[in-house]
């Protein structure tokens, strides 16, 4: 089961910090994606990271302001957000995808098997 937590609104401009926890799975068997949904939206890819931590993906609205990383000792993995934008309005849903290559990593929704629940982050302009 995935836990996703630290969503809550902010202004423009401010910082969040997601973190994803993973129970009853060993997460550094999987890579793990962060993907967000806004209202009357598809569920879209923000950032992924592969199981070792090596390589990171982002999609192009974040690049330069999203950073995603992992502790696999802990079982969690963390999306810190900055320079939020009104449009990074949206529920954010972490995702696991159990791959064996540890520098493999999704950006295709498809891939994730497993789903957080989602946490709503809300920038106010």
């Known amino acids: 089961q995935l836990q996703a937590s630290g969503g809550g609104l902010v202004q423009a401009g401010g910082s969040l910090t997601l973190s994803c926890r993973s129970s009853?799975?060993?997460?550094?068997?999987?890579?793990v994606g962060w993907f967000r949904q806004a209202p009357g939206k598809e569920r879209e890819f923000v950032a992924g990271i592969s199981r070792s931590g090596d390589r990171t993906l982002y999609a192009d609205s974040v690049k330069g302001r999203f950073t995603t990383s992992r502790a696999n000792a802990k079982n969690t993995a963390a999306l810190q957000m900055n320079s939020l934008k009104p449009e990074d309005t949206a529920v954010y849903y972490c995702?696991?995808?159990?791959?064996?290559?540890?520098?493999?990593?999704?950006?295709?929704?498809?891939?994730?098997?497993?789903w957080g629940q989602g946490t709503l982050v809300t920038v106010s302009s």
């Open positions: 009853g799975r060993t997460i550094s068997q999987y890579s």
């Open positions: 995702a696991a995808d159990r791959v064996i290559m540890t520098a493999a990593v999704s950006d295709s929704k498809e891939d994730y098997e497993y």
